[in-house]
């Protein structure tokens, strides 16, 4: 890996962790296409590119969830479905869904499958978004943290996963994604914090390589920013019926491009 691939990856890791289209699909994916091979410090890499990331969440949320005890009640309830799946399976995770590719496409493409459906049944009438995240129970956000926890699996989507289950439920997409940001606080903190211990010892040994994690994590908050504070302006007047199109679309490059390597 060199300047230009930490430079490259933390553009996507910024572009993709906040937007319902998987960031760990993305990274894994981009590193094949640019033919990095994976190593330990490749997945150390993208540990800290994904805290970078956070950075960006805590700038914009750290003080509304400071003054809101409810919101930051309803992000902790919605954390612990997900902290307690990520434990129990993330031995699984790792060495079952992240080494194959075809599961991963699977889950990319059902997942903008499960857009489509969504976005008819309010097209139709047949769901109503109207509700704020001001109104959330604790059984919504238990439920919602159920939901993301699908996200386990490559390719289908924190934000994905959490604006579905929302949506579902009658929130609103942008409170949907507002909230989804929230969520991704605790959550990518305690995922990272796991990978950084048990990988601690390749992050010590990465000492020649920390020009690349300072610019990788650099650039990936910054364009998390950017893309968080668009994201929200642009699902006041659209659905998620670009990301699934871009889904379906992406894995036909991907398959035409890779071929033999997936």
């Known amino acids: 890996m060199n300047i230009l691939h930490s430079v490259l990856l933390g553009i996507v890791e910024g572009i993709t962790e906040f937007l319902p289209i998987s960031s760990t699909f993305h990274l894994i994916f981009t590193s094949k296409l640019l033919g990095l091979k994976s190593t330990e410090f490749q997945t150390m890499y993208e540990v800290v590119i994904q805290s970078g990331a956070i950075l960006a969440a805590l700038a914009l949320y750290t003080k509304e969830l400071i003054n809101d005890k409810k919101m930051a009640m309803n992000v902790a309830v919605a954390f612990i479905p997900t902290a307690l799946i990520g434990l129990i399976l993330h031995k699984v995770i790792k060495e079952v869904f992240f080494e194959n590719s075809m599961y991963m496409l ?5 997942m903008g499958i499960i857009f489509i459906i969504i976005e008819s049944l309010i097209q139709k009438k047949k769901l109503v978004l109207s509700k704020s995240i001001k109104d959330m129970t604790y059984k919504q956000a238990f439920l919602i943290g159920l939901a993301q ?39 990518i903190l305690a995922a990272s914090a796991l990978d950084v211990f048990k990988g601690r010892e390749t992050l010590m040994n990465s000492g020649n390589n920390v020009v690349l994690l300072l610019v990788g994590f650099v650039v990936s908050a910054i364009v998390a920013y950017i893309v968080m504070k668009w994201f929200i302006k642009f699902l006041q007047t659209n659905t998620l019926i670009p990301f699934a199109i871009y889904r379906f679309v992406l894995v036909i490059i991907i398959l035409l491009v890779l071929k033999g390597n997936i």
Do not use: D, H, N
Request: with cysteine; aromatic share 10%; hydrophobic share 50%.
């Open 106 to 110: 699977s889950a990319f493409v059902s």
């Open 149 to 187: 926890s699908c996200a386990v699996i490559p390719g289908v989507s924190r934000a994905g996963a959490v604006m579905v289950g929302m949506m579902g439920m009658k929130f609103k997409r942008e409170e949907s994604a507002r909230f989804s940001f929230m969520l991704a606080i605790p959550t």
